[in-house]
């Protein structure tokens, strides 16, 4: 059964850095587009970042542009997300999720991916 599974969250401290990992069995996540999304608490769940099978097409929220990272090794058939001056406001469970139906897009839509890990907590603190 495929599974997509994020790790890496944590306890930071406002203006620090979390990296976090997205990897897959039994799919071969090198082949998809591959976003991120988060949900805070009592919040819908909001777009983050996106990235295409060959890196060549991503995409990121408002939000979080110049601050967070999305890349991805496909030797390693895994997609990080580099968080960098992280605020309070970034405090959610962040998933991964994977869009088996496309390689060249990055879609910001929840509705586009079909492969959902379980989240990663990232709290940051004031």
């Known amino acids: 059964q495929a599974q997509v599974a994020e790790s890496g969250g944590g306890l930071v401290q406002a203006g620090g850095s979390l990296r976090l990992s997205c990897a897959a069995s039994?799919?071969?996540?090198?082949?998809?587009?591959v976003g991120w999304f988060r949900q805070a608490p009592g919040k819908e769940s909001e777009f983050v970042a996106a990235?295409?099978?060959?890196?060549?097409?991503?995409r990121y929220a408002d939000s979080v542009k110049g601050r967070f990272t999305i890349l991805r090794d496909n030797s390693q058939n895994t997609v990080y997300l580099q968080m960098n001056s992280l605020k309070p406001e970034d405090t959610a469970v962040y998933y991964c999720?994977?869009?088996?139906?496309?390689?060249?897009?990055?879609?910001?839509?929840?509705?586009?991916?079909?492969?959902w890990g379980q989240g990663t907590q990232v709290t940051v603190s004031s």
């Open positions: 039994g799919l071969t996540l090198s082949r998809y587009s």
């Open positions: 999720a994977a869009d088996t139906g496309s390689s060249y897009s990055a879609s910001y839509l929840r509705s586009d991916y079909d492969y």
């Open positions: 990235i295409s099978r060959s890196g060549g097409y991503i």
